[in-house]
């Protein structure tokens, strides 16, 4: 079993910054893809980026220039840097990993339980 775990969601003021993180452990053989998504009150769940084992990157345009993913491999982790929030960057972010485990060569995704992230004056 493989769990996923964040932290680092809070309160901010508009203009401020975050640095969400999301742990993966248990029985890992090898990650793929590791992603962030967000779910904002009364909508549906989006991709805000996404990250290769490669650490290619991608980002859906809304955070583009505000946001950085990044991964740590060696521990597991994805993080979420964001920058210049804005009221609607509130959501629930959410992470996923693919993943592996030894003598199951397929990848199952697995999703954390998500971090209230709250941005206002």
């Known amino acids: 079993q493989v769990q996923l775990v964040e932290s680092g969601g809070g309160l901010v003021q508009p203009g401020g910054s975050l640095r969400l993180s999301c742990e993966a452990s248990g029985s890992i053989f090898r990650i793929n893809a590791m992603a962030w998504y967000r779910q904002a009150p009364g909508k549906q769940r989006e991709l805000v980026a996404t990250?290769?084992?490669?650490?290619?990157?991608n980002y859906v345009d809304s955070v583009k220039g505000r946001f950085t993913i990044s991964r740590d491999n060696a521990k597991n982790t994805v993080y979420l840097q964001m920058n210049s929030l804005k009221a609607e960057d509130t959501a629930v972010y959410y992470c996923?990993?693919?993943?592996?485990?030894?003598?199951?060569?397929?990848?199952?995704?697995?999703w954390g339980q998500g971090t209230q992230v709250t941005v206002s004056s």
């Open positions: 996923n990993a693919d993943v592996s485990s030894r003598g199951k060569p397929w990848f199952v995704r697995y």
């Open positions: 990250a290769t084992s490669g650490n290619r990157t």
